[in-house]
Every structure is written in structure tokens, then in C-alpha cells.
């Protein structure tokens, strides 16, 4: 890019007045080819205000080609599901039953560069609106925090990624319920004690002795290993 502006040539861009009186926009993206602006504008402060924007997009590295962003959300999903190096098939079948059951209904359609932190926190909320528990609605919001982030660092399709909505990740399990003292006794009665004894090393791996209901008793197997034998305690 230039330093400076002669007179009568912009720095970075075109504008062109159309014959409607209205200001159409150009520049030159980093492959070299002439972009367009997606509406025109009233004003011509308008028009620069845009291209400056972009300029400064371009500098600081977070320029997104705008005709990439127009593919689909559902369509680059799929791909990006497909493409997955390394990805279980049960890992995969997941993903693909969230994409489709979950996220395409409402965002399938939606071209990527149309995509807002406004409209994913909307499909949250219907999600969960809709009787969708928390924990699968947070799967379904970090599979496509997943996609979009490979939209954002590996194709460049984003500038930024639009799911930042806090919290919309985490899984909320409800507290475990827990035994009352009299809920633990009554299953002690049901189930007898727990045993006790002792296990002892002999020829070829570990003896076990354990005490039930006041008796102890020796068990007809020797276990390989120590573990084994605890285990079986």
C-alpha cells in the first residue's frame, strides 16, 4: 500500500459515482482480486468510511474474503464433519445427529459471513425453549464453536467467531442425590456387610480370608494378583 494519497488518487480502493447518484466501492484483496462493496452508499464519507475499514481489516491481518462467506453453514459443517482427521465413528455419527437434528433447522441456511453472536445466542435460547436439556444443547454450541473456529484460523472465511455467547459451552449437571444415614442402613440390611479379612502372598499369587457375619472363611480361589484379590475383598 502507498504511504500517502496524490491528489485525485486513493490510497487504497476506488469509488465510482453511479449514475443513481449513489457511491460504489472496490479494492484489491490479498489474492490480487478486485472485491466489491456489498451495497453502495448515499454518502461518499460513507464509501471511505467503509474502505478504511477494510484497509485496516487487511493490515492487521483479520480481512475475510466476503464471496467465501457466502457458502452455507450446513454445507461447510458437513465438510468440515467429513474432513476430520482422526474423528471416531461413533464421534462422528454424534456430530452429524447434532448438525441435523439441532443446528441446521435454523442456521443451516444462514451463509457463514452472515452469522452473528445475536442470532447463535437466539438458537440457544429456542433450543432450550424447545425442551433440549442443557448438556445437549451445549454439545450441539461447542461442535459449531469448533466449525467456525476452523472458518476463522485454517480458511480464513471470518474475521472472528461469532460464538461468544458465555457460558453456552458448559454442561450443568444437577447435584447427585444422597443417601439419608437411614436410606445407608437400610441398604447395609438388604445387602450385608461389607466383608473384612486379610489377603497373604502363597505359592502362585495371593490367598484371600474374609470375615462375614462373624465367621471367617477362606476363598477357593488364588488370585493372580494382589489387585485382583482387593478387588474381590
Known amino acids: 500500500m502507498a504511504k500517502g494519497n496524490r491528489p485525485g488518487h486513493r490510497r487504497f480502493g476506488n469509488i465510482r459515482r453511479l449514475p443513481s447518484g449513489r457511491y460504489q466501492v472496490s479494492y484489491l484483496g490479498l489474492d490480487g482480486q478486485r472485491r466489491y462493496g456489498p451495497e453502495t452508499f448515499e454518502r461518499k ?3 471511505e468510511r467503509f474502505l478504511a475499514l477494510i484497509e485496516a481489516q487487511i493490515y492487521h491481518g483479520e480481512w475475510a474474503d466476503p464471496e467465501l462467506g457466502k457458502v452455507e453453514l450446513r454445507d461447510y459443517a458437513e465438510r468440515w464433519i467429513a474432513q476430520r482427521p482422526g474423528l471416531r465413528p461413533r464421534t462422528s455419527d454424534l456430530y452429524f445427529w447434532l448438525l441435523r437434528k439441532h443446528i441446521a433447522p435454523t442456521l443451516g441456511a444462514v451463509p457463514l459471513g452472515k452469522l452473528s453472536t445475536a442470532m447463535i445466542r437466539q438458537w440457544r435460547s429456542e433450543l432450550l425453549g424447545l425442551g433440549v436439556s442443557v448438556s ?3 454439545k450441539a454450541y461447542r461442535l459449531l464453536r469448533a466449525v467456525l473456529t476452523t472458518a476463522v484460523d485454517e480458511d480464513k472465511i471470518l474475521a472472528r467467531n461469532p460464538c461468544r455467547v458465555r457460558g453456552a ?7 447427585r442425590p444422597v443417601l439419608t444415614v437411614a436410606q445407608v442402613f437400610e441398604l447395609a440390611d438388604l445387602l450385608g456387610r461389607r ?10 499369587g495371593y490367598r484371600l480370608r474374609y470375615a462375614r457375619n462373624g465367621q471367617m472363611h477362606a476363598h477357593p480361589e488364588v ?7 482387593e478387588w474381590a475383598l
Open 195 to 204: 466383608s473384612f479379612g486379610n489377603i497373604r502372598k502363597v505359592i502362585g
Open 169 to 175: 459451552g458448559d454442561e450443568q449437571t444437577g447435584e
Open 136 to 138: 445437549v444443547a451445549a
Open 223 to 229: 488370585f493372580a494378583t494382589r489387585s485382583a484379590a
Open 45 to 47: 464519507f460513507d464509501a
